[in-house]
């Protein structure tokens, strides 16, 4: 075990590693449900994604499946027992404001920029090499070895829930999707709508609010927000209102009159919403603005909720439902989607995270007494709860002396906020790709990962995938 040299095997293969890991991120495999077909349930971009990790499963001579175009698997090995590495093909919208294109996978200073390069196409590529070492060097293992890929991990995971009806489950395994070096317990994820009640009595102001819009996703800080605005008077104020309010805050914004007709947007900064607090919610932020004029009573009502109850608290403290433990941390609100029209009033799109200690249930039933109180009210939209790996099991053991072993580092046992396909197994955990110190640009533009890292992390999967399946 201690004679095979994992780092000088990746070198051996470092040009081909980086070529394949390229050609795939330059598939642009976002959700694209609307133009699904049987073949492609979540899109061309998707399938072709799924599609090219299998095939470069058979070019090795490993065992592929695709199961319902939603999942699929690459395995080799013999025996009873499973070693799961869990990865996905899909990833989030790219975003603005990239240097270069976001599927152009281009690199510049040692490090290999594109959409889904950290998450989660470089990591898996960095898995998939690992099981072709493993297999090059003829290594005697008595599990099998199966990278189970995902499509639908940035969304709803019905690629999971779909492929766990027909296959088997993993005895243990790990994601190579959050950060170096062992995530053995991840938050609960709660994503849910907040329904405004319309209002048959909707006084008109001065200002009426046609349309509101921001935000793609549950899991992201939205980067961008637009209005649509009808003034009856008061139009130049608006304008003044509207630069005073921009550069008070610092923010980006944009504003453009066509007689009574006003649109007005404001940019902020993309973030993943495990911690909303690293970027910059223009949703928020133009709700807030909003609120300040003088609106229809049914607008007034939803953002005056908004500003209230949202803005500038991304930890439930306005509802009563901020919680930490020393574990896991911190309760995140992150306000994923927001959306208003005269029509049917406005919603919000929430996704919650909470410590593994919660009490979920009490908090759901005081968010619901506060949300029916000022006239909404709310539905879940996914639930995925609380996962916890014992420090001492045979999985966190080995993988902690895999990394110290390789890096001379302490394998510090970290909690995340984030949800990654681990919580899929009982014994499941995340391990890397991000190493210590590096900043995590997950679902940021100009998503990167070092070369450096992908060959670091191809090793230790390496190294990882022998000793937990030999």
């Known amino acids: 075990m201690n004679s095979i040299n994992w780092t000088e095997e990746v070198s051996k293969r470092k040009e081909a590693l980086i070529k394949d890991t390229q050609t795939f991120l330059q598939i642009k495999s976002v959700l694209d449900e609307e133009n699904g077909t049987k073949e492609a349930p979540l899109g061309k971009g998707i399938q072709e994604a799924l599609q090219f990790m299998l095939n470069k499963g058979k070019e090795e001579g490993f065992v592929t499946k695709d199961v319902e175009h939603l999942a699929?698997?690459?395995?080799?090995?013999?025996?009873?027992?499973?070693?799961?590495?869990?990865?996905?093909?899909?990833?989030?919208?790219?975003?603005?404001?990239?240097?270069?294109?976001?599927?152009?996978?281009?690199?510049?200073?040692?490090?290999?920029?594109?959409?889904?390069?950290?998450?989660?196409?470089?990591?898996?590529?960095?898995?998939?090499?690992?099981?072709?070492?493993?297999?090059?060097?003829?290594?005697?293992?008595?599990k099998r070895v199966r990278m189970i890929l995902g499509t639908d991990e940035e969304s709803d995971w019905r690629c999971v829930d779909t492929y766990f009806k027909h296959e088997e489950m993993p005895q243990l395994g790990f994601a190579p999707d959050a950060d170096f070096p062992i995530i053995f317990a991840e938050k609960g994820i709660w994503d849910f709508y907040i329904k405004q009640e319309t209002m048959k009595?909707?006084?008109?102001?001065?200002?009426?609010?046609?349309?509101?819009?921001?935000?793609?996703?549950?899991?992201?800080?939205?980067?961008?927000?637009?209005?649509?605005?009808?003034?009856?008077?008061?139009?130049?104020?608006l304008e003044t209102a509207f630069n005073a309010f921009i550069n008070e805050h610092k923010v980006k914004g944009a504003y453009q009159a066509n007689g009574n007709h006003v649109s007005i947007s404001i940019e902020g900064v993309s973030a993943h919403g495990m911690e909303p607090n690293n970027g910059v919610n223009a949703g928020l932020y133009l709700a807030a603005f909003l609120n300040s004029l003088e609106l229809s009573q049914q607008a007034k009502v939803y953002f005056t909720f908004v500003t209230d109850y949202l803005w500038k608290d991304s930890r439930g403290k306005t509802f009563k439902i901020d919680f930490k433990d020393e574990a896991t941390g911190d309760v995140t609100l992150n306000i994923g989607l927001l959306k208003y029209d005269e029509q049917d009033g406005g919603t919000i799109g929430v996704n919650l995270r909470y410590?593994?200690?919660?009490?979920?249930?009490?908090?759901?039933?005081?968010?619901?007494?506060?949300?029916?109180?000022?006239?909404?009210?709310?539905?879940?939209?996914?639930?995925?709860?609380?996962?916890?790996?014992?420090?001492?099991?045979?999985?966190?053991?080995?993988?902690?002396?895999?990394?110290?072993?390789?890096?001379?580092?302490?394998?510090?046992?970290?909690?995340?906020?984030?949800?990654?396909?681990?919580?899929?197994?009982?014994?499941?955990?995340?391990?890397?790709?991000?190493?210590?110190?590096?900043?995590?640009?997950?679902?940021?533009?100009?998503?990167?990962?070092?070369?450096?890292?992908?060959?670091?992390?191809?090793?230790?999967?390496?190294?990882?995938?022998?000793r937990l399946a030999k």
């Open 72 to 142: 699929g698997h690459i395995e080799m090995g013999q025996g009873e027992d499973i070693l799961g590495i869990l990865c996905h093909v899909d990833v989030v919208p790219e975003g603005d404001g990239w240097t270069t294109d976001p599927y152009s996978a281009d690199i510049r200073d040692g490090k290999i920029f594109a959409r889904g390069a950290l998450d989660d196409k470089g990591p898996t590529m960095a898995a998939f090499y690992a099981m072709k070492i493993v297999n090059d060097l003829k290594l005697p293992l008595s």
């Open 201 to 237: 009595d909707n006084h008109i102001g001065a200002v009426t609010v046609k349309q509101f819009e921001s935000g793609r996703r549950f899991n992201m800080v939205p980067d961008l927000a637009n209005a649509e605005l009808e003034v009856s008077n008061g139009i130049n104020e």
């Open 355 to 466: 410590p593994v200690t919660y009490d979920y249930e009490a908090s759901a039933k005081q968010l619901e007494t506060v949300l029916q109180q000022q006239g909404f009210t709310i539905t879940t939209a996914s639930h995925s709860g609380p996962h916890h790996v014992d420090a001492n099991s045979f999985l966190v053991q080995t993988l902690s002396e895999v990394y110290e072993g390789q890096t001379g580092e302490k394998a510090e046992l970290l909690a995340i906020g984030g949800g990654t396909y681990a919580r899929s197994l009982e014994a499941g955990v995340a391990f890397g790709p991000l190493f210590p110190g590096r900043e995590d640009i997950a679902h940021q533009k100009d998503e990167y990962m070092y070369i450096e890292d992908l060959l670091k992390a191809t090793a230790l999967y390496a190294e990882a995938i022998y």
